[in-house]
């Protein structure tokens, strides 16, 4: 089954760090490009960052920018996103998601079950 | 940065069309990809490049681009389509590639 897990979200206080994971089974991760998209409690999805198969390459949200990196581990199949510099504004449920290939390149045909994160003191 | 405009709310009694819009500057020019959220759960990918359905995704489900406007259309609405529906692209040429609509709720009377 395919299958992508999260887990490292919590309460964590403002200007403080926090590492998501993503764990992903059931297809050759480092065939694919990851992502993480975050949704705030009652509001929309937002993009946050991608990184290329071989994450040679990344991109980021100018909300996150240079508090966030994004990498990737793929002889053991699981995704990161390093959060430093919180803050409230960063309050929001983590996915994980899959790029399509091919005819589903740019779409998110896999997500994750998602991790919470909150930014309180 | 890309902006995607959705409608806040469409309603539909069951068995009847629902459309829900997407609007974004000569959007037909992008592929345009659509997810199903239901509360609690993560999204699901239900229509892919404007209008392909990835598999186990019902025919009911359809979609359309051209111009200024991506049209999302369930026909034959069921209660459980009851859902959040978002658009979104990757906008390859901006500093912030991914964007997502600003969703639609859409409730079945």
Not at chain 1, 73 to 97: F, G, H, I, P
């Amino acid at each position: 089954e395919v299958q992508l897990v999260e887990s490292g979200g919590g309460l964590v206080q403002p200007g403080g760090s926090l590492r998501l994971s993503c764990a992903a089974s059931g297809f050759t991760f480092s065939s694919y490009w990851m992502h993480w998209v975050r949704q705030a409690p009652g509001k929309g999805l937002v993009w946050v960052s991608r990184i290329n198969s071989d994450g040679s390459s990344t991109s980021y949200a100018d909300s996150v920018k240079g508090r966030f990196t994004i990498s990737r581990d793929n002889a053991k199949n699981t995704l990161y996103l390093q959060m430093n510099s919180l803050r409230a504004e960063d309050t929001a449920v983590y996915y994980c998601a899959r790029e399509g290939s091919g005819s589903t390149r740019g779409a998110f045909d896999i997500w994750g079950q998602g991790t919470m994160v909150t930014v309180s003191s | 940065s890309y902006v995607l405009t959705q409608p806040p709310s469409v309603s539909v009694a069951p068995g009847q069309t629902a459309r829900i819009t997407c609007g974004g500057n000569n959007i037909g020019s992008k592929s345009v990809h659509w997810y199903q959220q239901k509360p609690g759960q993560a999204p699901v990918l239900v229509v892919y490049d404007d209008s392909d359905r990835p598999s186990g995704i019902p025919e009911r489900f359809s979609g359309s681009n051209s111009g200024n406007t991506a049209t999302l259309t369930i026909s034959r609405v069921e209660a459980g389509d009851e859902a959040d529906y978002y658009c979104q692209v990757w906008d390859s040429s901006s500093d912030h590639p991914g964007v997502f609509g600003t969703g639609t709720k859409v409730t079945v009377l």
